[in-house]
C-alpha cells in the first residue's frame, strides 16, 4: 500500500520554485538616448552665425578662417540669396588679395548667378586688386547673355581696350608699361567720366610710385577738374607712395575753387634706407 503517492506534485511544485529562483534575472533593455532633432530653422540660424563669424574674421583679417566659416555657412544652402552674394563676395576677395584670380573669377560668377543683380560697391569697384577681376567678369556675363538672346556682342572700343589692358599690366605690377596704355585711353577720347577717372587715377599711381611726384600731384589735380568730389577708396587711400602727394592736391583743388591761397606742396616721401 503507497502511502505517499499524493506527495509528488508538491515535491515537483517545490523543485520547480526553486529552479526559478536560482535562474539568471535578465535585466531590462536600456532605454536608447533619443537623439536631438535638427530643423531646418536650427541649420538656417547655424547658417546665419556661421555667415556673422566668417564675416568678422574678414574684417579682423583672418582669411583663411573667413573662407572656411562663409564656405560652411553657404553649405547648409539656406541663406537668403543676397546673403548667399555676401559670402560669395568676400570670398572672392580673399582669392584675389592671395593671387588666387581664377577661383577669385568664380566666385563672383556665383555671386551673380544667386543674383543677377548683384554689384560692389563704389568703394569696392575701386579697389585695384579684385576692381578689375569683378568688372571682367561682369562684361563677360553680359557678353554671353547677350549672346544667348541673339544680340551681336559688340567689340570694346579702341580707348577701353586700352583701359582694360593699361589695368591689367598695373595688376601685373608693370606700372610703365600700364603708364603708356592709360595715357594712351585719355588720347583716343575714353567716354564715361567714370572710365576717365579711373584712367587718370592710376597714370597718378604709376608716376607716384616710381617718385615723379610733382607730376603725380598734377595728374590728381586733373582729376579733379573732372570730378571735383573725387576721392581714393579706403584701400587707397593709406598708400605710403602717394597719400601726401594726393592730399595735397586735393588741399590745391579746393583752395583753387575757394580763391584761397594755394598750399604748399608737401615734400615726397624720403627714399627708404638701403640695407647693408
Known sequence: MRMHAPLRPLAAVALAAIVAACAPVTPPPAQQPVAPQITEETLRARAREQLATGLRQYDNGDYDAAVRSLTASLDHGLLPKMD????????????????????????????????????????EDGHPIWGPVYRAVRTQLIAEREAAQGKPTAPLAKAEQLLSDGLVKYEAGDFAESQRLLEQSLKEGLQGKPDQVRAMKHVAFCLCLAGKYPACRAQFLKIFDVDPNFDLTPAEAGHPNWTKTFAGARAQAQARRSGAPVPAPAPPPAPAAKKG
Open 84 to 123: 548667399q552674394s555676401i559670402a560669395r563676395k568676400h570670398i572672392a576677395f580673399v582669392h584675389c588679395l592671395s593671387g588666387r584670380e581664377v577661383q577669385c573669377r568664380s566666385e563672383f560668377r556665383k555671386a551673380f548667378e544667386i543674383d543677377p543683380a548683384f554689384s560692389l560697391s563704389t568703394a
